[in-house]
C-alpha cells in the first residue's frame, strides 16, 4: 500500500485531504510541522510528500532543501494560502514535484497524487543511466557515435590531424561541424594551439575582412587602433570558417589569395603576415553545384576541397542517438544543476524514431527543455516537444506505403500547410511549377473548395 504522508499545521486541513483519498487504497500519515515531518520521513519513508510551506519551526522550503540534500527520491509537494511568486520559484529550484495554492480542489489533488505515484514507479524500475563514463566532464567536444558512418570520420581525423592541410566539412545545419572541426584541431599538432571560429554570416563583407585579416589604425573610419584578424589570431592553431559558402566573391578572392601565397595583410597594411594556421571550411550547402551556378569561385573550391569531411544528419545514423543521448543528458545536467539520469524505453524509442531535421542541435535544445521541466529523476515523454513527433508516430505507416504514396501524401501536407498556395508550395518541394501541376495530375491531387488556388509563379 502507498504511503502518502501530509504536513501541515493546520488540522482542518489535513482533515480535509485525509478526506480527499478516503476511497483510495493509500495508507495516510500525518504530521504538524516540519520537525515532526522529517522524523516520519526517515522512519516510514513514504511514497509521496505532501507539505504546507508557512509552518512553525521548520517552513515547507527549509524541509523539501533538507530532504532533496539527504537524497530521498520522494515527489515532494509544497502548498500555500498564498500567491507568492518568489516561494513558487524557490521551490521549483528546488525540486519541488508541484506547487499547489490552497483552497485545493479534490479532482486535481487526487490527479496529482497518481501522477506523482506514477513518476515515482517508473523511477524506481529504471536503471541510472551511467553519466560518468570516463571522459572529463568538461570535454563535450568529443564524437560520440558508433555507426559505420561516425567510424569512418574518426578514422579520416586520424589521417589528416597531423598536417595541416586544408580541409572542408559539409553537412546538414546541426550535425556537429564544428564539434568534427575541434576534434581535428585536438588530435594532432595543433591541439596546444589556439581553436579560432569565425560565422562568415555574422558580419557585413567590410567587417568580416577586417574580422578575418585585422587593420591598422585610421585605415577606415572607426578604425581607432590597430587590430589583430583571426588569421593572426590563430596562430600556429586551427581557423575554422563557418558558412564559407556565404562570403562575397570580394572575400573569396582575398581567401584564394591567402590559401595560394600562404600570407595576408591588414586592411590599410603593405607589411605581409605569413600564414600559420590551418583552415577548416565548413557548410551545409553543396560548393559545387554553387561552384556550376556561379555563386562561388571554382578556382576556390578546389583549393578548400584538398580533404573533404561529410557529415551524415542524425536521421541516417540513428543507431548513435543512444550514445548522444548519454553525453547530452550529462552537460545539460551540469549546465542545469539537475538530476534527470533515467530514461524509459519507450522515450528512448520515440528519440531514436524522430526525424531530426535539426540533427545534433535539435536533439539538445529537446532534452534541454525536458530536463528543465523534469519534476524528478526521470525523462519523461510528455516533456518532450518535437517539431516532428507527428513525422515520427507515422513512421511504422509510411514504411508500408509505396513511394508513390508517400510522395503523394508529402505533397497534400505542403500544400495544406502553404494554405494551397502552389508558389509556396513549390519553395518547400524545392521543385519548379510545372513539376508541382505534373505530380498534382498525376497523384489525382483535387484542391477543396472552400480554398482560393493560386495560379501565379
Not at 576541397?305 to 552537460?331: G, W
Not at 549546465?335 to 539538445?364: S, T
Request: net charge negative; charged share 30%.
Amino acid at each position: 500500500m502507498k504511503k502518502i504522508l501530509i504536513i501541515d499545521d493546520d488540522e482542518l486541513m489535513r482533515e480535509t485531504l485525509i478526506s480527499y483519498l478516503a476511497n483510495e487504497n493509500y495508507s495516510i500519515i500525518t504530521a504538524i510541522n516540519g520537525s515532526q515531518g522529517i522524523e516520519i520521513i526517515k522512519k516510514e519513508k513514504p511514497d509521496i510528500v505532501f507539505s504546507d510551506i508557512r509552518m512553525p519551526n521548520i517552513d515547507g522550503l527549509e524541509l523539501l532543501k533538507t530532504i532533496k540534500e539527504s537524497n530521498y527520491h520522494i515527489p515532494f509537494l509544497l502548498m500555500t494560502a498564498y500567491d507568492d511568486m518568489d516561494s513558487t520559484i524557490r521551490a521549483m529550484q528546488l525540486g519541488a514535484y508541484d506547487y499547489l495554492e490552497k483552497p485545493i480542489e479534490k479532482g486535481k489533488f487526487i490527479f496529482l497524487v497518481k501522477r506523482a505515484l506514477e513518476t515515482k514507479e517508473l523511477s524506481d524500475r529504471l536503471e541510472v543511466i551511467d553519466l560518468y563514463r570516463d571522459t572529463n566532464p568538461d570535454d563535450h567536444n568529443i564524437l560520440i557515435g558508433k555507426s559505420p558512418s561516425m567510424k569512418d570520420i574518426v578514422k579520416k581525423i586520424g589521417r589528416i590531424s597531423s598536417s595541416r592541410m586544408t580541409i572542408l566539412v559539409q553537412g546538414e545545419s546541426g550535425v556537429g561541424k564544428e564539434v568534427v572541426s575541434r576534434a581535428i584541431h585536438s588530435a594532432g599538432i595543433t591541439k596546444d594551439e589556439p581553436f579560432v571560429p569565425v560565422n562568415c554570416t555574422a558580419l557585413a563583407d567590410t567587417l568580416l575582412e577586417s574580422e578575418l585579416f585585422g587593420h591598422v589604425k585610421g585605415s577606415f573610419t572607426g578604425a581607432t587602433r590597430d587590430k589583430k584578424g583571426k588569421f593572426e589570431l590563430s596562430g600556429e592553431g586551427t581557423i575554422f570558417l563557418d558558412e564559407i559558402s556565404e562570403i562575397s566573391h570580394d572575400i573569396q578572392l582575398k581567401l584564394l589569395r591567402v590559401i595560394q601565397e600562404k600570407e595576408f595583410e591588414r586592411v590599410g597594411d603593405e607589411i605581409s603576415i605569413p600564414l600559420k594556421s590551418r583552415i577548416i571550411v565548413a557548410t551545409n550547402k553543396d560548393l559545387y553545384r554553387l561552384v556550376t551556378e556561379g555563386k562561388f569561385r571554382e578556382d576556390l573550391y578546389y583549393r578548400l576541397n584538398v580533404f573533404k569531411i561529410n557529415i551524415p544528419p542524425l536521421r541516417e545514423r540513428r543507431e548513435d542517438i543512444p550514445e548522444l543521448v548519454i553525453d547530452l543528458l550529462k552537460k545539460i545536467n551540469q549546465e542545469l544543476h539537475k538530476n534527470v539520469f533515467k530514461v524509459p524505453y519507450d522515450v528512448m524509442e520515440l528519440l531514436k524514431n524522430n526525424v531530426w531535421a535539426g540533427n545534433v542541435r535539435e536533439l539538445e535544445n529537446v532534452l534541454q527543455e525536458a530536463v528543465a521541466l523534469a519534476k524528478e529523476d526521470v525523462l519523461e515523454k510528455e516533456n518532450l516537444f518535437m517539431r516532428n513527433i507527428e513525422n515520427t508516430e507515422r513512421l511504422s505507416e509510411l514504411k508500408d506505403m509505396s513511394l508513390v504514396e508517400v510522395e503523394k501524401k508529402h505533397i497534400l501536407l505542403v500544400l495544406k500547410n502553404v494554405n494551397w498556395d502552389k508558389k509556396e508550395a513549390c519553395k518547400v518541394l524545392k521543385i519548379s511549377r510545372p513539376t508541382l501541376d505534373k505530380k498534382i495530375k498525376d497523384n489525382n491531387i483535387e484542391f477543396p473548395n472552400t480554398f482560393i488556388t493560386y495560379n501565379h509563379v
